[in-house]
């Protein structure tokens, strides 16, 4: 449980088993540990669902129409300034870092929700991608949760102003013309491979470094 | 030209024909559409097959295979293959256009010399995540020196660069250093080739570097064979991450993978370990050795190399001591068997004869097989002996019922008698004394003797308070079932056979006896319990107080009080009896109480009225045979001179009259007392007397029998 759970699965590993607080309990406090364990594992699931549905979308729907020469600096999220390498990600403070995560995510929140909507109503709408879009969605909101749950115990008493990226690809999702459709499709679901996995990044990076004390 | 059609070829890309490489697209314009075109040499031969035809509005693109080498494009013949209207139809042109592109591209072969092929990268790797390589492969060169470049651009920016490091990982490689290497950017690489007829580049190449991470193998793997006492041992292995990756700060995460098997096996033995850098294998072959590899695969990876090979031998399960062990036991088991091959293959048919005795064949006494074969019946019958049947020879003596006295035999039974008491096992001979179905054949002696121990051995129930054994048909008495509780006994006296056990039927082995098996003995004890019983007196040992009224009946009696007298008489003489001497009992069904010993009297007279006299005699070992003593009258009734019908004993004077002994069969009624005798006969309780003298009796007498006379004494 946890440990194997890396090879793609579409189920989420194990995640029941971790120590969770009684409904109801005020000072329950699960440990960072926990949290970091629990949100680590959310975040590389997420981006394995992620890696798949572009897979299959990409050999269903792009074969040819070479989008990606296309979708060069189009993501919405990238005007949030990420760590771009290791040294990067390793200089910036704990705090800023986690708070960047939570800005990523909550850009995601609304774009999730639409690409569900808007794959359900794809003509032939394959069934693969719809319930990974479902998926993800799902997952996303649980590890909004928890991250905002080890920002509370990192660094209580700070909130900062929900800062997150506005998402205005919509009305590319709902174009007539199917190639511009396919395309906004393609490029949302790139964008979203892409940070989902600078998420996970992030995250194991924090993780050994407050847990285990950059000794992983 | 057909009619109706029109075809107009042109040539595009000839030039690159020649290569071989790039497609040719003809492009037509025809009406019909154009199904298929061969690219012939000659008129009238195929050289290719169909090629396929993409349909483009507006124009027919005709896309060609690669056309063989033997083309010397002088001349190329397009068919076309169109149908119209069920019929095909084909047409070949010639097309004059081919034939001048043709001959423009012959000439630049001739040279050889060309603008160099198209570049291709085929691999981009990036080992740790911080660095990445791409690797091209050069087309054609053309014949000239051709210059490779790598040029790329990042997302985001609008600059384009070089390669940074042609050198680090050989040639026809970009190295890319920590420096200039993005995550999450996508490059766009492009490789130029070029050379003094000209250039070409590559496709660009989209790279994120991201989604090509493939790390080096894991190193230092070690193998150990651990063996933990009480337990099988285990082979226990460790590696290490790749030196380059940095799975500390968790920038990377690492699982791994390793793989075994015996070295000469051919399947490999897979197994996931997680993100643990160790590893136990539990089942392993011993005596084999072992080979052993590692590879790891990063979170969103590709899995790396197979480490290079560890080996490591198992030692084998057995020790030399075992070895040695099982050495001299195969040795000690192959001499022991060749000794019994020796011996069977010396001895072998006295050992099977020893084995398996020869089943004997039947045999019928006096039969004569060679009389049967000859058929003749009448002598196979005479030559079987005609053994009557049943068969009587020695088994007279058994069948017999009679009552015989024998002085030996007394004093044989006497001691018989004493050592037990009667045994369970009561079996007279049945009442009719020519009853004698069921009985078996003579038994054996050894046989006889067998039952006698057992009687011995078993002496018990002497003072049963249940019933009285009933001596049992003769059948059963074969068995010689002990039946304590068998009351089958109507009014019969108890039966105590000399030597308890025995069946009544198989005479005494001691004596050569002729009694009857009918006789039973009884100790004087019982008698007198019997004595006691039958007139409802009480069974209580009378003390030798009343010897001297024993005396009393020596002379006359009243013949009223006969019976009371005599039972006096009995009483006393109870009371001073020993046991082991032989009463009459009182037919009766009656417990046995234990009694004390009595003393023997003697039978002074019979009296006219039949009462008995008696005379007290001297406690002496009454199992000697003692000289007679001098018969003092000759009245004394010491012999029986025969049997009466109803088991009557008939006794008759005789100086020199032995004892008796008194054999009878259980009557079947119950007189109460001795001196009764409802027969009007003389009843005489029958003592042997320890002086030897016999019985006295008057004339001669019948008695009733009821009791065996045990023991007997020789008077004279």
């Known amino acids: ?216 | 030209m057909t009619p109706g059609g029109r075809i107009f070829a042109s040539m595009c890309a000839w030039m690159l024909l020649s290569q071989a490489i790039q497609p040719c697209y003809i492009f037509l314009h025809s009406s019909p559409p154009v199904l298929s075109f061969t690219l012939s040499k000659e008129q009238g031969s195929v050289a290719n097959t169909q090629n396929k035809v993409v349909h483009v509005p507006g124009q027919t693109r005709l896309t060609s295979q690669k056309l063989p080498g033997a083309f010397s494009f002088s001349e190329c013949l397009i068919h076309f293959l169109w149908e119209e209207k069920g019929a095909k139809m084909k047409e070949s042109v010639v097309s004059t256009v081919v034939f001048i592109l043709l001959l423009f591209l012959n000439t630049s072969l001739l040279n050889g010399q060309s603008p160099p092929g198209k570049p291709e990268i085929f691999k981009c790797r990036s080992p740790e995540k911080e660095t990445f390589t791409c690797w091209w492969k050069p087309g054609e060169d053309g014949g000239l020196p051709t210059n490779y470049t790598l040029t790329y651009r990042k997302e985001g920016e609008t600059t384009t660069h070089e390669c940074p490091d042609y050198i680090t990982n050989g040639p026809n490689s970009c190295h890319f250093n920590k420096k200039h290497t993005s995550i999450w950017t996508m490059y766009i690489i492009t490789i130029n080739a070029t050379n003094q007829m000209g250039s070409s580049s590559s496709d660009p190449r989209y790279v994120d570097v991201t989604y090509i991470v493939e790390p080096d193998p894991p190193v230092n793997l070690t193998l150990e064979l651990k063996q933990p006492e009480d337990k099988k041992p285990y082979l226990w292995m460790k590696w290490y991450p790749p030196t380059l990756v940095d799975v500390r700060s968790g920038w990377l995460t690492l699982q791994y993978e390793i793989r075994l098997k015996p070295k000469k096996a051919t399947e490999w033995e897979t197994h996931f370990a997680g993100q643990q850098t160790q590893f136990k294998i539990l089942s392993l072959y011993p005596g084999q050795k072992y080979l052993v590899q590692v590879r790891c695969k990063p979170d969103h990876g590709f899995w790396s190399e197979w480490s290079p090979e560890s080996s490591i031998q198992i030692p084998n399960d057995v020790t030399m001591k075992d070895t040695i062990v099982w050495i001299f036991v195969a040795v000690l088991s192959a001499v022991i068997c060749l000794i019994m091959v020796a011996a069977v293959a010396l001895k072998g048919h006295s050992m099977v004869t020893c084995i398996l005795p020869p089943v004997p064949g039947p045999k019928i006494k006096g039969f004569d097989t060679h009389l049967l074969e000859k058929g003749k019946s009448e002598e196979l019958l005479s030559a079987l002996g005609c053994q009557d049947f049943p068969p009587t020879s020695d088994c007279e003596d058994l069948l017999v019922e009679f009552l015989e006295v024998d002085d030996s035999e007394d004093q044989q039974l006497m001691p018989a008698h004493s050592k037990e008491h009667p045994g369970r096992d009561t079996k007279p001979a049945p009442l009719d004394p020519d009853s004698d179905s069921g009985r078996g054949s003579c038994d054996s002696p050894s046989l006889l003797s067998k039952k006698c121990e057992e009687a011995r051995v078993s002496p018990s129930t002497f003072h049963t308070p249940e019933g009285i054994e009933k001596p049992e048909n003769p059948p059963a008495k074969v068995t010689r079932t002990r039946d304590p509780q068998s009351t089958r006994l109507e009014g019969k006296i108890p039966y105590f056979p000399a030597d308890g056990s025995k069946s009544s039927t198989w005479p005494l082995p001691q004596p050569p006896s002729q009694h009857s098996p009918r006789s039973s003995y009884h100790s004087i004890a019982e008698v007198c319990k019997l004595a006691m019983g039958t007139g409802g007196a009480s069974a209580t040992p009378l003390d030798k107080t009343d010897t001297h009224a024993l005396r009393s009946p020596k002379t006359t009696e009243p013949g009223g009080e006969e019976e009371a007298a005599e039972r006096r008489e009995v009483e006393s003489f109870c009371s001073k009896t020993d046991q082991g001497t032989a009463w009459l009992l009182p037919q009766e069904k009656s417990p046995f109480i234990s009694v004390k010993p009595l003393d023997y009297v003697e039978i002074h007279k019979v009296n006219r009225d039949g009462a008995l006299s008696l005379l007290p005699k001297q406690k002496e070992n009454s199992n000697q045979a003692e000289k007679p003593c001098a018969p003092e009258t000759s009245k004394e009734y010491a012999k029986v001179s025969r049997v009466m019908d109803d088991n009557i004993l008939v006794l008759v004077r005789d100086p020199q009259a032995q004892s008796l002994a008194a054999f009878e069969e259980p009557d079947k009624e119950a007189p109460p007392s001795l001196p009764q005798n409802p027969t009007g006969e003389d009843l005489a309780a029958f003592a042997s007397a320890p002086s030897g003298c016999g019985l006295q009796l008057g004339n001669t007498t019948e008695y009733r029998k009821r009791t065996l006379l045990e023991n007997a004494r020789e008077c004279g």
């Not at chain 1, 992620?50 to 999220?77: L, P, V, W």
């Not at chain 1, 990238?78 to 939570?102: F, G, R, V």
């Not at chain 1, 794959?119 to 990974?132: F, H, K, N, T, Y």
């Open chain 1, 1 to 216: 449980c946890g440990g194997q759970g890396w090879g793609g699965e579409r189920r989420l590993p194990c995640v029941a088993s971790l120590p969770i607080c009684p409904t109801g309990a005020v000072n329950c406090q699960v440990s960072l540990r926990d949290l970091f364990d629990r949100a680590v594992i959310l975040s590389h699931y997420i981006h394995n669902l992620s890696s798949e549905m572009f897979n299959e979308f990409d050999k269903r729907y792009a074969q040819g129409r070479g989008f990606i020469t296309k979708a060069i600096n189009s993501c919405h999220t990238s005007s949030l300034s990420t760590p771009e390498d290791k040294e990067q990600a390793q200089q910036i403070h704990h705090e800023d870092l986690l708070n960047l995560i939570l800005r990523v995510l909550r850009s995601w929140n609304d774009p999730l929700y639409h690409l569900v909507t808007e794959v359900r109503g794809m003509q032939e709408a394959p069934d693969s991608i719809l319930s990974r879009a479902i998926e993800i969605e799902e997952q996303n909101r649980r590890l909004l949760e928890g991250m905002e749950k080890i920002v509370g115990q990192v660094h209580p008493g700070v909130r900062e102003n929900e800062v997150y990226s506005v998402w205005s690809g919509l009305p590319s999702l709902q174009m007539a013309d199917e190639d511009t459709r396919l395309f906004a499709f393609y490029n949302l679901l790139h964008c979203l491979r892409r940070d989902s996995h600078k998420i996970d990044n992030y995250l194991k990076l924090l993780k050994c470094r407050i847990v285990y004390d950059s000794n992983c």
